[in-house]
């Protein structure tokens, strides 16, 4: 599976759960920094419901990759997006989007659980096979 | 110039001042993560003087490459390290290094600016040139 398919697995799953995709990608500009020139953003996209608004950022933690480097970038692009989107639209959630695989194996590891509570991310845990939504943690 | 190349003038810049470089790179573990697995982690380095230990997180910031997505992975990268170093070795002191024309540009701008200063980040700046050291900013 290619990151592609992983973009699309994430968008399908919140259309069947009644989100309308509003944004692909979702663009995020502050001040003179847009991050749409950001070479990870097209992973970024952005939906609503009728009760609320949510960015998401979807990555794919695929098992042949560096599972901590790909972490990293997670990390930062999220605290990132997350302070910009506070400026910008303060009502819209953020939600860092991985699949079960990846959910169930390195994100169970003491430090990106410790990480993860500490920087206060919510997230996403998808099944990419069956684009499904398999649980919100906020 | 290459990334190496920059890696090399952090050292020597290092060296120059009297520092030593003890780890190259320096490995970080927490738990079952392995942050030298990290494929950016060839670019984290340590040095000691006889007042202080520090670890160097070394970035290029190459300006025909992506300013944001660098600093995304940058961030993230520091965050993390800072955290796995404060139950390891709480007195050594992380710094990111940059090179003088990404400071005096991309860095100058509101975004990075901010989050340089909300997530406490200490810079190291240099000039790769020169391989010399311009400014230690806590």
Excluded at 46 to 73: C, D, G, M, R
Aim: aromatic share 10%.
């Amino acid at each position: 599976m290619s990151k592609d398919t992983f973009h699309a697995a994430v968008k399908n799953a919140l259309i069947k759960e009644g989100w309308q995709i509003t944004h692909d990608p979702f663009p995020i500009v502050y001040g003179n920094v847009n991050m749409l020139i950001d070479l990870g953003a097209e992973t970024l996209i952005a939906a609503e419901n009728s009760q609320e608004k949510i960015a998401v950022e979807i990555k794919s933690f695929l098992p042949q990759a560096s599972a901590i480097s790909e972490f990293h970038t997670a990390l930062g692009q999220y605290i990132n997006y997350r302070r910009a989107l506070s400026v910008k639209e303060a009502e819209r959630n953020l939600y860092l989007a991985v699949p079960i695989i990846a959910y169930n194996t390195f994100f169970q590891l003491e430090f990106p659980k410790l990480m993860i509570e500490e920087n206060s991310v919510k997230l996403i845990i998808y099944n990419p096979e069956e684009e499904a939504l398999v649980q919100w943690k906020n």
